[in-house]
């Protein structure tokens, strides 16, 4: 197959999937334009601080249990009794993670609003384990359509909360407990939506659950805990660091980058999963693997290049504008954080291979490497730069690890 036939699928497939995606992160946008405007100093971070922890519990049920729930029941029959050993496999696995991490939630104090609020925010929990569970049962049946309607009402219910707590005068925590408990009630949908397709048709809560489908799903959890424990984790203590060290006004600016990050960050992560990955991994082993990923390079690292110098050079009107006047200060972060952002999304391309020939160890270790070097970079760093520092380390660490990712691109062409 000539490359360029897979390049302009590719193309198609990222027009089609991020014009959803971009549902998504305008509802994000707005949720940050809300706290930045109506929420006190720190409103910003303690926004950030708050998704992060919504991460931290919900990265291995969606990054580990439900990538592999897809590729399973995705050629079962619904309702057969393999297909519901692995729904109950699912959900016994995400009960599992749930009660760990409300064990830590409790006994490390993260949540220091009272027990109450921590009982709220971990139902919120569950609701949202729940829907993204059926969303994967959605996807592995092939209702992309269903699927992607049910992330823009997340998105709506969400952003909708927000709105109403902030501009009704609620205090910051409760309208994030409602932003999160908003977002949970897209489990009712979700149920709707499963149950129509016949995806839940002779599924009992009470059935014995397959060892196998366990340790097969188990498996997944693998990478999922080195994004949680090299990534998600990271970022909570990072953030944590730069409150206590430099204030809440001060920090906000360094979260307005990182959160327009995110956002962006979010639109390239969903096109790449749902477009990129899978062509990847069916390709995965041939010599076309290789062409294909060259091919989405050449595309990728000049229009990534472009569309971020343009965020750049709109940095004066497009911070004020996506956050608050009073965030027009974070420009002085921006340039580092694109820099590193450029370099972290060609790096990506390269690391997806890992993930496509199911390279466990291998992928675990570059993650690990690379909070390392951030961590040492930090401690360098932020002593000397101050919080410009962070920005700084961001820039080093993923340069860094592009340059390693062209290193061993390169070794493994001339060993072949």
Known sequence: ??????????????????VAVTVRAAGALVINKLFATYAPAGGLTLLAQFQNLMALLTTLPNDGVHVG???YLAPLQPGSPRYR???????????????????????RGLLDWGWGYTVAFLAGIALLLGQGLLGAALLAAGRLRAYLGLSATLAVLGTSAVAAALLGHRSPPEALLAYLLAQGLTLAPALGLAARAGLLRGVRLAAPVSRL?????????????????????????????LLATFGPARTDLWQAVAKLSDNYTMVFGAVMSSVFYPRLAALAGQPAARNYLLGVLKLLAPGLAAGLGLIFVCRDWLLPLLFAPRLLAAREFL???LLGDWAKFISWLFIFQLTARARTGPYVAVQA????????????????????????????RYGLLLLACVGAQLRMRNEE
């Open 369 to 396: 490497a690379s909070a390392a070097v951030f961590a040492g970079l930090l401690a360098l760093l932020l002593p000397r730069f101050g919080l410009q520092g962070a920005v700084l380390a961001h820039a080093a």
């Open 1 to 18: 197959m000539p490359t360029s036939s897979p390049i302009r699928q590719f193309v198609r497939g990222s027009l089609g999937t991020g």
């Open 335 to 337: 340039g580092a954080q």
């Open 85 to 107: 050993a692995w729904l109950g496999a699912a959900l016994t696995l995400n009960a599992a993670a749930l009660v760990v991490g409300g064990a830590v939630l409790a006994g």
């Open 69 to 71: 729930l897809v590729k």
């Open 213 to 241: 489908a366990l340790r097969r799903l188990g498996q997944f959890l693998l990478m999922a805990v080195s994004t949680l424990v090299f990534g998600k984790a990271v970022d909570y203590v990072l953030r944590d660091y």
